[in-house]
């Protein structure tokens, strides 16, 4: 698996969001699936990219064959934590189907903890679903440590209409 | 409780900070504490901010009585969720002992709220300590949903450590 990981480029964000949608359909979530390419493209490679992405490129003589040019994706953003500071926040590690067992989630998390190296954080944090058992061994196996079960964490979410709601103003 | 909602500045640093301090020890995890007013500082309010954050301003004579500027702040960051775009993530909501019972922690909300919506934002997602019951009454008062239980979210970091090894380039 000779791919080569390297940032994401705004050419790239028809494969991205293909396999976001692989992605959704394997956490079974696929009915929540509302962001399209376009989106997906005006966000990411905007004047304010709102996150960061590194794909991990086939080499040249496998992309024709296997019928797309990326194997995977890792995709994070700049985040924060009042205790140490700038820390990195990941929103999904993915490798197709056809392409695990190589080392390539390894090695994307190694290139996302590069990243977060060098803009200076202390760390990276994700969500992660608990029956996902393949993930969760690969992030144990490169140290990390679930915050549910000590100090107990959850995690909880505004859905938008919540947050809608929130935002009208209430009266004077 | 008539406080004034607005954006930090950088002159709030040394205030923010010390509510930070005060919600770490609340939190039960002063040790944790790395984060320096200096650190602070550049971090949210140099060129390129890591953070956003809200204070609640107390009225001018009610500063001089209290000893302080402010009853509470929200800190968040922009952030993005593969599903449906462009998200804020809070990272505190605080407010101090002596002001609370005012409903100063749902104004807060509502004020990040209005910042995600001018944002573009599809919803709010937190992290929160599952024996912080104040907290978590007050998300679900204002819509939040606890996805911990459904569809079953962990929480899980890669530690300074952790982080610092994985960085490290495998041998070729």
Same mark, same amino acid.
């Given at each position: 698996?000779?791919?080569? @990981?390297?940032?994401?480029?705004? *050419?790239?964000? /028809?494969?991205?969001?293909?396999?976001?949608? #692989? +992605?959704? $359909?394997?956490? =079974?979530?696929?009915?929540?699936?509302?962001?399209?390419?376009?989106? @997906?493209?005006?966000?990411?490679? *905007?004047?304010? /990219?709102?996150?960061?992405?590194?794909?991990? #490129? +086939?080499? $040249?003589?496998? =992309?024709?064959?296997?019928?797309?040019?990326?194997?995977?994706?890792? @995709?994070?953003?700049?985040?924060?934590?009042?205790?140490?500071?700038?820390?990195?926040?990941?929103?999904? +590690?993915?490798?197709?189907? =056809?392409?695990?067992?190589?080392?390539?989630?390894?090695?994307?998390?190694?290139?996302?903890?590069?990243?977060?190296?060098?803009?200076?954080?202390?760390?990276?944090?994700?969500?992660?679903?608990?029956?996902?058992?393949?993930?969760?061994?690969?992030?144990?196996?490169?140290?990390?440590?679930?915050?549910?079960?000590?100090?107990?964490?959850?995690?909880?979410?505004?859905?938008?209409?919540?947050?809608?709601?929130?935002?009208?103003?209430?009266?004077?």
């Amino acid at each position: 698996m000779d791919c080569t @990981l390297r940032p994401a480029e705004a *050419g790239d964000s /028809p494969h991205i969001m293909r396999m976001i949608r #692989e +992605l959704a $359909e394997y956490e =079974k979530i696929p009915h929540f699936m509302k962001l399209t390419e376009e989106v @997906l493209h005006r966000d990411g490679f *905007g004047e304010t /990219p709102w996150f960061r992405c590194v794909v991990a #490129e +086939l080499p $040249e003589k496998s =992309k024709s064959e296997a019928g797309v040019p990326f194997a995977g994706y890792a @995709l994070f953003v700049n985040s924060y934590s009042s205790w140490t500071g700038r820390t990195l926040h990941l929103e999904d +590690l993915y490798v197709s189907p =056809k392409f695990r067992g190589h080392g390539l989630g390894r090695r994307l998390m190694k290139k996302v903890a590069q990243e977060g190296v060098r803009s200076g954080c202390s760390h990276i944090h994700l969500s992660v679903l608990k029956w996902n058992t393949p993930a969760i061994s690969l992030y144990h196996s490169l140290g990390a440590e679930n915050l549910t079960e000590e100090p107990g964490y959850q995690v909880m979410i505004f859905p938008e209409e919540a947050l809608r709601n929130m935002a009208i103003e209430d009266p004077q």
